[in-house]
């Protein structure tokens, strides 16, 4: 997924990685004990990225997202987080639709099968 994500955009806390597909959209988060130490605050990230993803999964049509958080991102309050986690989910969305793949029911290119005459 690392090597292979279509779109990329981050910041100082969070890398967000997608690729366009089919279907609706899908989430995977990446936080480490390396990068977040404490189990609460891994799991107060975890929660509010998909908190976030589930408000704006209807406008990222069927991509394909994994969201690493970086170091130290644990150390900020929720409402800071959440303005990053939004902005960059904005740059990703203005990459996509400027390439048009965010448009509904369109499939990537790189990924359709070839159908043998």
Not at 19 to 42: E, F, T, Y
Not at 49 to 60: D, G, K, M, T, V
Not at 101 to 106: D, F, I, L, V
């Amino acid at each position: 997924m690392f090597s292979n994500a279509r779109y990329k955009v981050s910041c100082r806390f969070f890398l967000v990685l997608a690729i366009p597909g089919d279907g609706a959209a899908r989430l995977g988060l990446v936080v480490s004990r390396k990068n977040v130490p404490g189990a609460v605050q891994r799991n107060r990230l975890k929660r509010l990225i998909r908190e976030n993803f589930r408000r704006r999964q209807s406008q990222l049509c069927g991509a394909n997202l994994v969201v690493l958080a970086r170091k130290d991102a644990h150390r900020h309050p929720n409402p800071a987080l959440n303005r990053k986690l939004d902005g960059l989910l904005d740059d990703l969305l203005g990459k996509m639709r400027s390439a048009g793949a965010a448009e509904p029911g369109t499939a990537n290119p790189d990924t359709a099968r070839r159908e043998s005459p």
